[in-house]
């Protein structure tokens, strides 16, 4: 098998010289170029046909948000950001990832070489990832959400969701489909510090509900959706007929914290048929587990299909351990479920 021909942008000498040798140490990965800044990319990229690009957010004479959506109108391709843990590199990775970015991969404000180091796996597997990755743009559109539900009635059932790679985009997507009433949601998306609370107002000022980054104790409401926070795990437990967040910090789960299936065993046990579970695009198999036994509980389950994900790894891996009940593209996610609640409202009349 050929090697996965990348090239490196970023502005530091020193970070494209780690990079380099980080991601040129595994067998299947080539670096072919770096580039200082966009132009110098550009020309780079018609050199040498890349299959994956890694990108700095700040460089000079263009950054690299506007290069990004230069690059996904006109040649589109795979890109990994590599990015700062600060307020201001969330917000800029999370753009990127509106844009087409497929995943990214948390620059240190000190000490970055020791800090790039530590990542290594991290950044080895999600360039590798990405090489695979199905670019697919999904641009929210800018109008206006409309009103959302001011009501504070508890949830009478949940709607439990998961996703890693390409998630914040496929699950921004299915939330524009559903309606300011639908049940209570739950989200564990594999996502940093910082970047949690932006991701969550993002979606709160672009959908009709209500989003939040989860709080230790808070009720599930009706049409409210709550983000598991960056490094803490999100589980749904019930006291008489409430459900409410509980936040952890115990250790990782697949590697992951927030992981998806520590969310969706949490919502099989106390939820059970009243639950209805969806993974969607992301790497690895975090979630597989959780959604079968969210299945084996009696709830229904919906998958998202290998041809709109951006990498079917968790969606696939549920698929092959017989979780999902359905396997839908990501434009029906949003309509089924709202057949589905309109099923079992039917059925509760």
């Known amino acids: 098998m050929r090697k996965r021909k990348v090239i490196v942008v970023d502005d530091s000498g020193v970070v494209r010289k780690l990079l380099t040798e980080l991601l040129g140490a595994d067998p ?25 690009l890694t990108l700095d957010v700040e460089m000079p004479r263009m950054d690299g948000i506007t290069f990004l959506q230069n690059l996904m109108r006109l040649r589109p391709m795979p890109v990994v950001m590599v990015s700062s843990l600060t307020a201001r ?53 800018p109008t206006a959400p409309g009103p959302k539900v001011t009501t504070l009635a508890t949830t009478d059932r949940v709607i439990a ?3 890693s790679t390409g998630g914040t985009e496929a699950i921004a997507e299915f939330l524009l489909g559903l309606p300011p009433d639908v049940p209570g949601l739950v989200i564990a998306q594999h996502i940093p510090e910082v970047f949690s609370a932006r991701f969550a107002s993002r979606l709160d000022a672009e959908t009709r509900l209500v989003v939040r980054e989860a709080r230790d104790g808070a009720p599930l409401m009706a049409g409210h959706a709550y983000v598991a926070p960056g490094g803490k795990h999100l589980r749904v437990e019930r006291s008489g ?18 992981s998806v299936d520590v969310l969706f065993d949490s919502v099989a046990k106390n939820v059970g048929r009243n639950a209805l579970g969806l993974i969607f695009t992301g790497m690895g198999a975090d979630g597989a587990d959780g959604l079968l036994h969210m299945r084996e509980a009696g709830a229904h389950t919906l998958a998202q299909d290998k041809d709109t994900s951006v990498v079917w790894g968790m969606p696939g891996e549920a698929v092959k351990r017989g979780a999902a009940c359905e396997v839908l593209p990501l434009e029906r996610m949003a309509p089924r479920t709202l057949e589905l609640l309109r099923a079992w409202s039917l059925k509760a009349g």
């Open 28 to 52: 299947d990965l080539e670096v072919v170029a770096q580039a200082r800044d966009p132009y110098e990319a550009r020309e780079l990229i018609k050199q040498h046909n890349p299959d994956v």
């Open 89 to 141: 590199g969330a917000d800029a990775t999370l753009a990127a990832l509106q844009a087409g970015a497929v995943d990214f991969v948390t620059k240190p404000a000190v000490d970055v070489e020791a800090g790039l180091r530590s990542y290594a796996e991290e950044l080895v597997s999600k360039v590798k990832a990405a090489s695979n990755a199905r670019v697919r743009s999904l641009t929210l559109a």
């Open 161 to 163: 969701i998961g996703g």
């Open 241 to 258: 007929l409430k459900y409410f967040c509980v936040i952890g910090d115990d250790a990782p789960v697949n590697r992951h914290r927030p």
